[in-house]
């Protein structure tokens, strides 16, 4: 078995893959080198850097072919990406990489930005956060058929949390669930004009191209914009809570300059993002990772006393 925390890029993405999947992706990563060689050398690949952006949902090998600079995606090929194939497809290169050419076996070759640059890396925030905010007005568009609805996931996570705040032995303010769960409740079936969303938004998953931002390794959705603009403002959260009082103030400014850019209602976002800070907290505890789910916790709280 891979270890987790091996600096072996196929390891890493291999052990990643078996805690999401488990034991039914066995046969598709012992196939994982074959594919990579089979795709480079069907699309006349050269790899210039070793893999990176590695998680459970997929790694990226920088390469060229000819003088571009190209993309390999390697993915698991499951519903998760079937969807991100869906969502870059209605996209079609308008505010995210574009799909050049597709494997069935869980293989893309997909446009790769230049220089290629986090917004995370980007020093004056409020620049980086109004280039994201560009590109996301690209991303909502019509959504296309097939997609899960936020409406379907978050009664899914409400109806689900007591459970789930019992099973890891109630690890933080009771109150704060019930709170979490009735926002899922209300704002589930109350969202206004869907949208094709990110579902996944952080500034490390917008590059620059030039002098724009396209989005990569999208999670997508149908739902009110307010839900990805929820996701950026709770982005970074180890440093929001380093200090509370600066993290709340700097919550504040990000939620008033995206709400103010994007037309959305601050009250949806900051509702947004502290019931999933909550849902992610639980997960983070469920899968034994108590740091994680006291931050994510901390960040819950910061999202709620916000001004909205």
Known sequence: MADPISTDPL???????????????DAWLEAVPDLIASVTATWDLHVTAVANRIDAYGLSIPARRDSDRVTLRVAYPDAFFADETTALRAWDGMGAVRILEEDERGAQLRTSPTPGTALSLERNEMKALRMAAETLRS????????LQTLAAEVRAW???????????YQPFDEQLMRDAEVMFRSFGPSQMDPVLLHGDVRLDTFLLDGEQAVAIDPKPLVGEPAFDVAALL???PGELVRDPGAGRQKLQGRLDQLTDLLDVRASRVRGWAFAVAIDTGLYAYETGDADGGDLMIEIAKLCQSLSA
Do not use: N, T
């Open 234 to 236: 709770r982005d970074g």
């Open 158 to 168: 409400g109806s689900s949390m007591p459970q789930r705040f019992e099973s890891v």
């Open 11 to 25: 390891e890493r993405f291999e052990a990643a893959v078996r805690v999401r999947v488990g034991a039914d992706a």
């Open 139 to 146: 991303l909502w568009v019509e959504p296309p058929d097939g």
